[in-house]
């Protein structure tokens, strides 16, 4: 009985340190304040007319090209909606999509593109798929590899 007893103890004194370092890491509190969420999105419309630059930072595209791309793919059954709730414009569905695209690491996370976005991170993964979709089921017209013989094949 005596060994049960100082297993019992032991054991006692494990979860208490695991209790202790938990309280440490305070991994069980919740922040005194919530992080500020303010979206950053409604900025593209103003970087389009005056700050191109920073448009083609933010989301590793020229102001041009998104505007053909968003032609290209706007008639896209994907984007129809069918019900009566409101759908996100696609010009920012592809913001979202390239935002997420022209960044790698911690910074596409879907998270940080809600965030960025001011939406929830399950509308952020719609928006991705909807516009992948949409690209690719253009894929075929405009993506083709050169011929062998063709200029673009030379090694220089």
Not at 45 to 71: G, R, V
Not at 122 to 141: E, K, P, T
Request: charged share 15%.
């Amino acid at each position: 009985m005596e060994l049960d007893d100082a297993c019992y103890v032991c054991l006692l004194g494990a979860i208490q340190a695991l209790c202790d370092e938990v309280e440490r890491a305070q991994v069980l509190e919740r922040p005194a304040e919530l992080p500020i969420c303010a979206p950053q999105l409604q900025l593209l419309a103003h970087f389009s007319d005056h700050c191109p630059e920073l448009f083609q930072k933010k989301l590793c595209i020229h102001l041009l090209i998104f505007n053909d791309i968003l032609d290209q793919i706007s008639d896209h059954p994907i984007f129809q909606n069918y019900s009566n709730n409101n759908k996100l414009l696609i010009a920012i569905q592809l913001g979202i999509f390239l935002n997420c695209a022209g960044h790698y690491g911690n910074a596409s996370s879907p998270e940080d593109i809600a965030q960025w976005a001011g939406v929830s991170v399950g509308m952020v993964i719609n928006c991705i798929h909807c516009v992948m979709v949409a690209i690719l089921d253009q894929h075929n017209q405009y993506i083709y590899m050169p011929s062998s013989h063709s200029r673009d094949m030379r090694q220089t």
